[in-house]
């Protein structure tokens, strides 16, 4: 005679342990660990196994050093008006890195009279209308009766053309050209250069202007200020000194 429980499920041999209070209940069909240990669900860490470091990379990959203290990042960009490391090449105008008590190399008188000579070939077609227009011209009367040469038509004209494009030349080549890049035409001849005074950037546009109408101060005392160069420390005359430019080769 049976003693089963006729209300209890039959008993299939196996009797699982109970559960200890915390601990998972074994899987009776898992497979054995062949370290000796139970095997772990997949995705759950193994016992021992430290949790991974946040942001720390899924591989592993080369490591490389971190820079200096105090060094720029690989590829930063330098922030605006900050100063650059002692040999570093400093960018835009300026005089060439020489060192503490650097001066620049500045054009001798002769250099600076030749250059205006050359700039001065601007005034040929002026002169060549002038000429035209004076040998061209017809006796006649003034105002007043007396006896005058009076200029034709075509004698006009040409002094009218010449005039334009000789101030179309003066203005192209002393004031845009030299202002823009330093060099006129006479200048770029003689390898020298017109730029600010202890920057090195060209003077501009407007500033080559001034500096042209101010060499009329050169003029008012005996021409001094055009022999001013001979024996200033920057070569410099009156007009330099007003715009605060020099001349360098």
Not at 198 to 206: D, E, I, Q
């Amino acid at each position: 005679m049976s003693t089963q429980d006729p209300f209890q499920p039959p008993s299939t041999g196996w009797n699982p342990p109970a559960p200890t209070y915390g601990q998972p209940v074994p899987d009776p069909y898992a497979a054995p660990s062949p370290y000796g240990q139970p095997a772990q669900p997949y995705g759950e860490p193994t016992y021992g196994t430290p949790p991974p470091v946040y942001g720390a990379p899924a591989y592993p990959g080369p490591a490389y050093p971190a820079p200096a203290y105090g060094a720029p990042a690989f590829g930063a960009v330098p922030a605006y008006g900050a100063t650059p490391a002692f040999g570093a090449p400093a960018y835009g105008y300026g005089y060439p890195a020489g060192g503490f008590g650097y001066t620049p190399s500045y054009a001798s008188w002769l250099q600076r009279v030749g250059a205006y000579l050359l700039d001065s070939l601007a005034w040929v077609p002026y002169l060549l209308g002038l000429m035209v227009m004076t040998v061209t011209s017809e006796s006649g009367y003034d105002a007043y009766g007396a006896s005058a040469d009076q200029p034709t038509a075509t004698g006009l004209v040409t002094f009218a053309v010449g005039a334009a494009v000789t101030l179309g030349l003066w203005v192209w080549n002393r004031w845009v050209r030299g202002g823009r890049t330093g060099q006129s035409w006479g200048k770029k001849a003689l390898g020298i250069t017109l730029q600010k005074d202890g920057t090195g950037a060209p003077l501009g546009v407007w500033m080559a202007f001034v500096r042209d109408v101010a060499h009329y101060v050169d003029g008012l005392v005996l021409y001094l200020g055009y022999l001013w160069p001979l024996w200033d420390t920057q070569r410099q005359t009156f007009s330099d000194k007003l715009t605060k430019s020099v001349v360098v080769r």
